[in-house]
């Protein structure tokens, strides 16, 4: 049986990281184009144990993506998987260990080819440890960091981490967003209630955020994810503004690192 570690790392990946490509075959111009006219199913799969598995598929229709949880149990052949022999595997792989590679199961080479240079635009994303110069990339990274952090987060808790599911559990119907001014594509939210949780992209709505990680432009936000920018300058600056109790910005901030820890 995984150890919990290895199920927080694997769920980490398998439902905030992954269904990333969705954003990056969507938002980058160049992959966009490769999935005009495209009819696709791709998973990536990683054995539990001998009976079960955990798993993402996504179906593509007419070039649009749609991502879901588990596995895929329709009709269709899928045109390409990732299938690892096991999470331990998966998460050593995703961490950048190029030793431990999936079984491939491949129907349409051409289509598994588009598939996999998503996920290396994915990889080369998420591993750079400075803002890019452009500010187009700034923005797709931004999006991708704070869908990773909300769905990691709610993710950990329906999985059972102690630190999270405690705090869920104690909380009232709370939304936490994180932002950046101008940019409203750019946002992200996890909303919270004894012990339930629901992350969304986009602006929550429905109330205004108990508490919100507001930031000046794209690239103060990236210095804040990618770690090194100065959390006290840059609110002194007012390149970081938190709207609501300073004390909740640290408890977010805590489990922000723990999904961050985990991808690393």
Request: with cysteine.
């Amino acid at each position: 049986m995984p150890s919990d570690e290895v199920r927080y790392t694997n769920k980490v990946f398998m439902a905030g990281a992954l269904p990333l490509m969705k954003t990056i075959a969507t938002d980058v111009p160049e992959l966009k184009k490769k999935f005009e006219g495209v009819d696709a199913i791709y998973q990536v799969s990683a054995k539990v144990n001998a009976e079960d598995k955990e798993a993402v598929h996504f179906i593509v229709e007419n070039g649009e993506w749609s991502v879901k949880l588990g596995e895929y149990l329709g009709q269709k052949k899928i045109d390409g998987e990732l299938a690892f022999s096991s999470m331990e595997k998966m998460n050593a792989f995703m961490k950048g260990n190029m030793a431990k590679l999936p079984k491939m199961k491949i129907k349409s080479f051409g289509k598994f080819l588009k598939f996999m240079q998503v996920l290396l635009k994915m990889s080369d994303l998420l591993n750079m440890t400075e803002p890019p110069e452009d500010e187009a990339t700034q923005i797709l990274l931004c999006k991708l960091y704070f869908y990773l952090l909300s769905s990691g987060i709610s993710q950990l808790n329906k999985l059972g981490h102690p630190a999270i599911h405690e705090w869920t559990l104690k909380s009232p119907d709370r939304c936490y967003q994180w932002e950046v001014v101008g940019h409203p594509e750019c946002t992200a939210y996890i909303r919270i209630k004894a012990g339930k949780s629901r992350a969304g992209r986009g602006e929550y709505k429905r109330a205004k955020p108990f508490f919100n990680m507001k930031f000046d432009c794209p690239k103060s936000a990236l210095l804040i994810l990618l770690g090194i920018g100065d959390m006290f300058e840059m609110t002194a600056n007012q390149q970081l503004m938190m709207e609501g109790g300073p004390e909740f910005g640290v408890q977010i901030g805590d489990y922000m690192m723990i999904v961050g820890d985990l991808a690393k």
